[in-house]
Nanobody
Framework: QVQLVESGGGLVQAGGSLRLSCAATGRTFSSYAMGWFRQAPGKEREFVAAGTWTDSTTVYVHSVKGRFTISTDNAKNTVYLQMNSLKPEDTAVYYC???????????????WGQGTQVTVSS
């Protein structure tokens, strides 16, 4: 059974940091790109970042460039999202997803995690 399991969310003050993890099990994702999306209450799901297991290709939404970093640990089959200088507008449920191509379009992603809540207080 394919599973993506996120962890690391929580409550943090503005300016703080969190690191989200996404553990991939049930199949080999080495040929997939991994993405992070987020959804705030009353808003559509938004692309945040994507990266690959095999090279250093990464893509970020403009609003998180320079603050968020996506990385992978092949040995642990885990993808991370390091979030620094957090802002209240980063508050959302964050989802991990896997796609056969690196993309910012949620429809290109085949597998999804259950999400982890990130709340940034002002």
């Amino acid at each position: 059974q394919v599973q993506l399991v996120e962890s690391g969310g929580g409550l943090v003050q503005a300016g703080g940091s969190l690191r989200l993890s996404c553990a991939a099990t049930g199949r080999t994702f080495s040929s997939y790109a991994m993405g992070w999306f987020r959804q705030a209450p009353g808003k559509e799901r938004e692309f945040v970042a994507a990266g690959t297991w095999t090279d250093s290709t990464t893509v970020y939404v403009h609003s998180v460039k320079g603050r968020f970093t996506i990385s992978t640990d092949n040995a642990k089959n885990t993808v991370y999202l390091q979030m620094n200088s957090l802002k209240p507008e980063d508050t959302a449920v964050y989802y991990c997803a896997a796609s056969r191509v690196i993309a910012d379009d949620a429809q290109r992603y085949d597998y999804w995690g259950q999400g982890t809540q990130v709340t940034v207080s002002s």
